[in-house]
């Protein structure tokens, strides 16, 4: 790597992102050798008045700064005062505090890339009727503010960059890392055709999964979901059945891949199919647990043997109670992300992070010698 950087690296950390964001800026001093009471990460602040409006401050001047902006719209844990009651932060709130910052930058940094994680409005990506098209309205803004580079991770659908076309666009998947944590937690799993299956839980999935499958040289399956059109229940057309397309499961173990659990219902149903058609063990990788409905229902399904673990990262908020499950796994991004922003600030492409291929087929060829040794 080049010595030259872009600019002064400066890391903001916006509220409910402080952990992981205080693990990012330890990589990069550990990289960089700097000093141990110094840090890259800037003081901000967006403290709100009696009636809920707030603003947003820097602790210092960010002029001629490469700054790299850390955001959680999904950090549900993060609360304020209004009107003397205390309310949870939105993804609408998260999202109003980062153009603040960006505000009060004031146009003074040379660079400001956004780093998030969960991709703010991602899922009301496209238009099918009289709607709002909120997550192009938010990159463009994003841009229009003066931001160069948006990097978030498994876009539910990235072609949503197309809004922003001449603006900075990464789309992450944290592949290499998922199969690193289940060899880790998993010693004695199989990566073979013979023993092990990708599963897509729907049709929006099918590019991650091919991924996954072709990297791994195993087969691959799939559900498409069937709607009922006719009716409209939480904003969205209810799935009435996951039908299943792929070859004999039967006694393999499957690893279902998607981009996030919202209340889990989908999940637990493909689960119960597999099960059905004699499939091992199931894993479950994806990259945001929500948990919108919390976790009774989850605890129910583990209990009655239809997966096995769920492994997801630690790039958005996850609940004291998630942390707790026997079930759950996480996987941690914070070096990954400090890679990412390391790369960037010295002016240098991430397409080798971008794509993982190389180390995973070296992961993959330790383990297989390991598990040929016992």
């Given at each position: 790597m080049n010595d030259y950087l872009?600019?002064?690296?400066?890391?903001?950390?916006?509220?409910?992102?402080?952990?992981?964001?205080?693990?990012?800026?330890?990589?990069?001093?550990?990289?960089?050798?700097?000093?141990?009471?110094?840090?890259?990460?800037?003081?901000?602040?967006?403290?709100?008045?009696?009636?809920?409006?707030?603003?947003?401050?820097?602790?210092?001047?960010?002029?001629?700064?490469?700054?790299?902006?850390?955001v959680d719209c999904f950090n549900y844990g993060v609360t304020y005062k209004m009107y003397g009651q205390t309310v949870p932060m939105s993804p609408d709130d998260h999202y109003c505090d980062l153009k603040r910052i960006i505000g009060a930058i004031g146009g003074k940094a040379r660079r400001i890339s956004v780093i998030m994680p969960m991709l703010y409005c991602g899922r009301q990506h496209n238009r099918t009727s009289r709607e709002s098209l909120d997550c192009a309205s938010s990159l463009q803004e994003l841009i229009n503010m003066?931001?160069?580079?948006?990097?978030?991770?498994?876009?539910?659908?990235?072609?949503?960059?197309?809004?922003?076309?001449?603006?900075?666009?990464?789309?992450?998947?944290?592949?290499?890392?998922?199969?690193?944590?289940?060899?880790?937690?998993?010693?004695?799993?199989?990566?073979?055709?013979?023993?092990?299956?990708?599963?897509?839980?729907?049709?929006g999935g099918m590019s991650r999964c091919m991924y996954y499958s072709s990297t791994l040289g195993l087969d691959l399956g799939t559900f498409y979901k069937r709607r009922n059109y006719s009716i409209v229940v939480d904003g969205m057309n209810p799935i009435e059945a996951h039908e299943f397309l792929g070859s004999d499961l039967t006694g393999k173990d499957v690893i279902v891949v998607d981009d996030m659990i919202s209340s889990g219902s989908s999940i637990i149903d493909v689960a119960k199919q597999l099960k059905e058609r004699g499939a091992n063990r199931i894993f479950v990788f994806t990259s945001f647990g929500l948990f919108c409905n919390g976790l009774e229902k989850m605890d129910k399904a583990y209990e009655e043997g239809l997966f096995d673990r769920i492994f997801t990262t630690n790039l958005i908020y996850r609940s004291p109670e998630l942390l707790k499950r026997e079930w759950y796994s996480e996987v941690d991004l914070s070096k990954y992300v400090a890679y990412i922003i390391d790369t960037l600030n010295h002016d240098e492409t991430i397409s080798n992070l971008l794509n993982p291929s190389k180390r995973i087929h070296k992961l993959l060829d330790k383990h297989r010698a390991a598990t040929e040794n016992k």
């Open positions: 872009y600019g002064e690296l400066s890391v903001i950390a916006m509220k409910g992102t402080e952990e992981f964001s205080g693990k990012v800026d330890n990589y990069l001093k550990e990289w960089r050798w700097h000093v141990e009471d110094e840090s890259f990460i800037v003081k901000a602040d967006c403290p709100r008045f009696g009636t809920g409006e707030g603003k947003g401050l820097v602790g210092q001047s960010m002029r001629g700064h490469d700054v790299y902006i850390i003066g931001v160069s580079n948006i990097i978030t991770f498994d876009a539910h659908d990235p072609r949503v960059q197309n809004a922003i076309p001449l603006g900075g666009f990464d789309n992450v998947r944290p592949t290499y890392q998922m199969i690193k944590a289940l060899i880790k937690t998993v010693p004695d799993i199989k990566i073979d055709r013979d023993n092990l299956m990708i599963i897509s839980p729907d049709e």
